[in-house]
């Protein structure tokens, strides 16, 4: 905004800055921002675990004894276009229901469940159970 002032209107930097309300420090304030360190660090965490996200490299750099702000990685990671999408949670697909076959003859199909209880003792015990599907009786 200063700039243009000063190019339409061939005034002075300061007069410029004193018409938009600016200090004439912030005219002046350059960023110095090097944030070749991080890059470096994001590229070799993304290489070295490809699978994680922006968390975890900044939990891995953070152990690493490194004092980086998150709000740092967070910028540099998403400069770096390393943000990945969520992935979609995949469905199984509906199946044809089919009625159960019911069968014929004794012993036919069998259930087997497995089983298990405490005694009074405090003892664990465990059984397994074969019971005839027809009839709904067990084997034994």
Known sequence: MA???IARYHI????????????KSMYYYTRIKDDSATILKLQELAVKH??????LYYSRIRREGL???????????LILGMNKRR?????????VKQ??????NYTETWSLDFMSDVLVNKRKF??????????GKPLL
Request: charge should be positive; glycine fraction near 2%; charged fraction near 30%.
């Open 50 to 55: 490809p699978t994680e996200g922006q968390d």
């Open 67 to 77: 004092k980086w702000n998150y709000k740092r990685v967070r910028r540099v990671y």
């Open 3 to 5: 700039a243009y002032v």
């Open 99 to 104: 009625p159960l076959c019911q069968p014929e």
């Open 87 to 95: 992935k979609a949670k995949r469905r199984v697909p509906h199946r």
């Open 126 to 135: 465990r059984t397994l159970n074969v019971i005839d599907v027809l009839t």
């Open 12 to 23: 002075s930097i300061s007069r410029a800055c004193k018409i938009i309300c600016l200090p």
